[in-house]
């Protein structure tokens, strides 16, 4: 593999009381919306007066965004009708305990600044940001990671769908606070930035303040090669596909670089949109996709490109060919489905007696095919061709690009750039205090590997701890633990929340949360009340009637109260009687066999020893 | 403004510091902490609000940060930041019908100030139209920069200066007038116009942004556009604001400013019509302007009458008020006063008596009501029937800020109390009415 770059940014939500500048919950919703309004944007001068790329390139499509809110859940600020409240302490802290456990030097001074996006996805037209901290640095499995910037941000309203030029998002998400941190470049093998992504967010979850769950910790990653360009991939699902993204985008770079050089070997010089209609040649096609335009009165228009025979086809990624990265481009500024180029036909119901009457018309051997209504659309399409195509005489362009769930990514939009920075006017800057960083000081995460050695040190597995520490559990281990540690062995508690709680889940129907049944369990055991195989019993049962039922009613139902040393003494005498021996062995395995989930082989044993003495 | 080499905000600790390594304002530096950190990026000057200690450097990724100044060890200038050159031909001046755009501030002119960290009405018109280039395609737009205030500074004077400002335009033959208008007070000035213009050749349209013009979401986008639209497209030639319907883009109502007013502190749809129903809406998607009253002043040829009383006082009543608070405005001179009462128009005893001798000394004395909405009844309750006898004079269904504006359009040209007395009870500009609908209340919630 060639060699890259890789930096990180991690964004883990936290579960704050209330969001980050606003005194809304924190909770997603999924009834139905009680309103919704209409919202278009525009792109503003930044403070430097440049209008940011990414931002102008959002506002060209024109979209209208309709936004889905709640009356007890949502306010005007979410709704950009009212000015942001004052940032939430909460998170501020949680933020400055992260930076110091990240070895990050706070700022004295965090001023909340407006980004740019106009996506959407901002009632504003921006997500506020401040910059916490800089210039961390933490050690994990001896890799040294180099932690540039600790922001606390607002996340963005949740997208729920579209419908034609409108785009539909959901406010419940707007404002919750988030922390990212990001990483300088770093050139370790895939798996090593998978490890690190992991260790980066799980820390952040060891606060305590972090939600867990579904897309509560999103990643993306800034990937770049030799020659190459800075390209960042947003929202990678899961960190197992870490790997995978930096490889194939790692092999996109080197494939545009070859297509650059292709090109300039061929001596092929910058298109300009060249459009030829050849709605007739097509005229009785088979093709189902241009039929239907047609019908509807539509136009099948080609660009001219001579000389891009087999790169337009070239694989960049698996099953993503250059015409993929045109494709996308299409797709992202108009609103055409994509395009057809003359490396993958005759295909699609196109003959290649079609497409030979097209190069004839042409005069060219290569060449895209735009199909739509509107004529403005194609020849706006065509531009967008033309321009990416154009890029690839320079190499690889600096965009933002998204992941789809192989590892491939598409593109999103350009890469911003620090234009889209402004203040936030409506907000005085904060001033890092001393009892501020006192406050923060108190809530510094535990880093996961001095967590895993904790846990190792208790007794646990190497695997166990692992567990634990990948579950959203490790608080409550260590809770109780702290509770029953001297009676009940951290191991048992543990595999109670890794393993136990895998098949009493937290399904529809709870009325109360699980670990109340695990905790009141451990209590039993702790107590001397239930033996460990009884804890087993009890909580399946448990699960069953959803928690509907306390664990220690359930043990009352089934007898399965632990006998006492007085039971256990006279249960030997008569089993060693009935069975006339005297064999330890013999007597146990009777005992714990009649007996099961209810006796304590340790009672057993110290019976036998006195029957056996007495005897 | 960005020329300013030191910046008042901060600290003289702070100044010394930039002087001692020859960095300015904007100045990109590579700034050396004392702990051997390294920060570059350029120095910013700071609002006045926070420690004026703490240097605030625009990071290299855009964010401002601020480190305390007793952590600096050295600055290195790099380079000394000049403001970037406008990009680009000066927009013409479009194609259509002649528009005037005036502008008075507010929010819609607004940009970022660094001597406040706040939104200042600081915009020039010229960058503003630059923002707007959908313009051109409706109007031809004329610029003139009349004022740069905030809207609480707006005062009587102002208006007449804003009443000639208007007439000179019509008179050069603008066929709408737009006025961009800070949004707290549009309503007065609105009304106050609808008064100096007896007729008009064209609509005088107010519009402002509540949401600033430097957010992508601001309302101005819409107002405007929908504004200058209205001014040359609407058969009425009215003083009216312009304002978002609701929440949501896309509907524009057009209120008269005389039943104009301003119902919330920050949402896009905060005007709303008082005891009426807007005269028009416009749909900006469609680009259309649909009207929804049926008679209105028409388009004709412009009778100004400019110049208003700036010694006319609007007070609220409220529990426990003393009649001092009215003997004072008496004694300081003053030539009118509105009174805001309670439910139907009514006020204490001592309230009463107070403006009885205010009466007596020859002042007019019109009284309105807090409720907002409905229309003010002296005969119904004994206060209101004293209150009558002592020679006040009721407002009618018109909003307290509109009897202002009227009382000081009125007192400009008359001081003759019964003179006075007919004129606030005689119609002029559909600001008082005999009929309510039942239609015509609502929060404005939508």
């Known amino acids: 593999m060639v060699k890259h770059k890789v930096g990180l940014e991690i964004h883990v939500q936290l579960d704050t009381e209330s969001k980050l500048f606003c005194r809304c919950p924190t909770t997603l919703r999924n009834d139905d919306p009680h309103f919704t309004i209409k919202r278009r944007l525009r792109p503003s001068m930044s403070e430097l007066g440049q209008v940011d790329p990414a931002a102008l390139w959002e506002f060209r499509k024109r979209r209208v965004y309709v936004y889905e809110g709640y009356n007890d859940s949502t306010c005007l600020v979410e709704l950009d009708e009212e000015p942001p409240h004052d940032m939430n302490e909460e998170a501020l802290s949680t933020a400055l305990a992260v930076s110091m456990r990240f070895n990050a030097k706070p700022f004295d001074e965090v001023i909340v600044m407006r980004k740019v996006v106009i996506d959407g996805s901002n009632t504003s037209g921006f997500q506020r940001t401040a910059l916490v901290a800089r210039n961390g640095l933490v050690t994990f499995m001896d890799l040294k990671v180099p932690i540039w910037t600790i922001a606390l941000e607002e996340d963005a309203a949740r997208r729920m769908g579209e419908n034609g030029r409108e785009v539909i998002y959901r406010l419940d998400r707007l404002g919750i606070p988030l922390i990212e941190i990001s990483t300088g470049p770093m050139e370790y093998p895939p798996n090593a930035i998978m490890d690190i992504a992991f260790y980066l967010g799980q820390t952040v979850r060891n606060t305590g303040k972090a939600k867990r769950g579904l897309g509560s910790i999103r990643q993306d990653l800034n990937i770049s090669i030799e020659g190459g360009a800075k390209v960042e991939v947003k929202g990678v699902p899961e960190l197992s596909l870490i790997p995978k993204v930096i490889q194939y985008e790692v092999e996109r770079q080197v494939n545009l670089l070859k297509i650059r050089d292709e090109l300039n070997r061929r001596g092929l010089k910058p298109y300009s949109p060249d459009l030829v209609d050849v709605t007739s040649e097509l005229a009785s096609t088979k093709s189902n996709l241009i039929r239907s335009v047609v019908e509807q009165g539509g136009k099948v228009m080609a660009i001219k490109l001579p000389g891009l025979s087999g790169i337009l086809g070239f694989e960049l990624q698996p099953k993503r060919r250059f015409g993929s990265e045109l494709a996308d481009r299409v797709r992202s500024w108009t609103e055409l489905g994509g395009l057809l180029h003359s490396d993958e036909l005759p295909n699609y119901g196109i003959t290649s007696e079609e497409v030979e009457r097209i190069k004839s018309r042409l005069g060219v051997d290569s060449f895209i095919l735009l199909s739509g209504i509107e004529e403005s659309e194609l020849v706006e399409a065509a531009t967008v061709v033309v321009d990416r195509i154009n890029e690839a005489f320079k190499g690889v362009p600096e965009e933002t690009r998204a992941a789809n769930d192989d590892g491939t990514t598409k593109f999103l939009r350009p890469r911003p750039g620090s234009a889209r920075m402004y203040p936030e006017t409506d907000l005085r800057p904060v001033r890092i205090t001393k009892a501020l960083l006192e406050r923060a000081a108190s809530l510094m995460p535990e880093p996961i590997d001095e967590q895993l050695r904790r846990y190792v040190g208790m007794g646990m597995s190497r695997e166990l701890a692992m567990q634990v520490v990948r579950s959203p559990y490790s608080r409550d281990v260590d809770r109780l633990i702290s509770i029953y540690g001297g009676k009940a062995s951290p191991t048992l508690i543990a595999s109670l929340f890794v393993n136990t709680l895998k098949y009493i889940g937290r399904e529809e129907g709870w009325s109360v949360d699980p670990i109340v049944g695990i905790e009141e369990a451990i209590k039993l055991y702790a107590d001397g009340k239930i033996t460990r195989e009884a804890i087993g019993e009890a909580l399946e049962e448990y699960a069953k009637r959803r928690g509907s039922t306390r664990v220690e009613d359930i043990v009352r139902e089934r007898g399965l109260f632990k006998l006492s040393p007085e039971d256990v003494e006279r249960i030997v005498r008569d089993t060693a009687s009935k069975l006339g021996t005297s064999s330890e062995a013999v007597i146990m395995q009777e005992v714990m066999k009649r007996y099961r989930g209810r006796i304590d082989a340790r009672d057993v044993s110290a019976a036998l020893k006195r029957f056996n003495s007495s005897s | ?446």
């Open chain 2, 1 to 446: 403004m960005l020329a300013l080499a030191f910046f008042v905000s901060y600290s003289d600790k702070v100044n010394a510091k930039l002087r001692e390594f020859g960095a300015v304002m904007f100045s990109k530096a590579r700034i050396r902490m004392r702990d051997g950190e390294v920060i570059e990026g350029i120095i910013l000057p700071r609002p006045d609000v926070g420690d004026p200690d703490v240097v605030i450097i625009k990071h290299e990724n855009g964010y401002n940060v601020g480190v305390h100044v007793d952590g600096i060890g050295e600055i290195e200038v790099l380079q000394v930041y000049s403001p970037p050159t406008r990009a680009g031909p000066r927009p013409s001046s479009g194609n259509g019908p002649r528009a005037a755009l005036i502008a008075t501030g507010g929010t819609i002119m607004s940009k970022v100030d660094y001597a406040t960290g706040a939104v200042y009405p600081s915009f020039s018109l010229d960058e503003l139209y630059e923002m707007y280039p959908e313009l051109r395609s409706i109007a031809s737009v004329e610029l003139i920069n009349l004022f740069s205030i905030f809207s609480e500074d707006m005062n009587p004077s102002r208006w007449t200066e804003m009443g000639d400002a208007i007439n000179k335009a019509m008179q050069g033959g603008a066929e709408g007038i737009v006025v961009l208008h800070g949004t707290d007070t549009m309503h007065y000035s609105a009304a106050a116009m609808s008064f100096a213009f007896r007729s008009a050749a064209a609509p005088i349209v107010f519009t402002g942004s509540q949401r600033s013009s430097d957010r992508p979401s601001s309302d101005s986008f819409e107002n405007i556009y929908a504004s200058v639209l209205a001014s040359v497209k609407a058969p009425f030639a009215e003083s009216v604001v312009s304002m978002h319907a609701s929440s949501s883009d896309g509907l524009i109502a057009i209120h008269r400013g005389v039943r104009a007013r301003k119902m919330h502190s920050s949402r896009r749809d905060a005007f709303v019509s008082i005891n009426a129903k807007p005269i028009a809406f416009v749909d900006v998607t469609k680009g259309e302007l649909k009207m929804a009253a049926t008679s209105f002043k028409q388009r004709g040829e412009t009778v100004y009458e400019g110049g208003f009383d700036d010694r006319v006082a609007l007070i609220k009543y409220y529990p426990g008020m003393d009649g001092e608070v009215i003997d004072y405005l008496v004694d300081r001179g003053y030539h009118g006063i509105v009174i805001e009462g309670t439910g139907f128009g009514h006020v204490s005893e001592s309230v009463r008596d107070a403006l009885g001798r205010a009466v007596e000394a020859g002042l007019p004395v019109v009284v309105s009501t807090q409720t907002i909405y409905g229309r003010v009844n002296l005969n119904v309750y004994r206060r209101g029937v004293e209150l009558e006898k002592l020679g006040v004079i009721p407002s009618g269904d018109m909003s307290s800020e509109t009897a202002y504006a009227k009382l000081s359009w009125i007192l400009a040209r008359t001081r003759d109390l019964e003179e006075v007395r007919r004129l606030v009870a005689t119609p002029m500009a559909f600001e008082l009415s005999e009929r309510t609908e039942p239609i015509n209340y609502c929060l404005g919630v939508s």
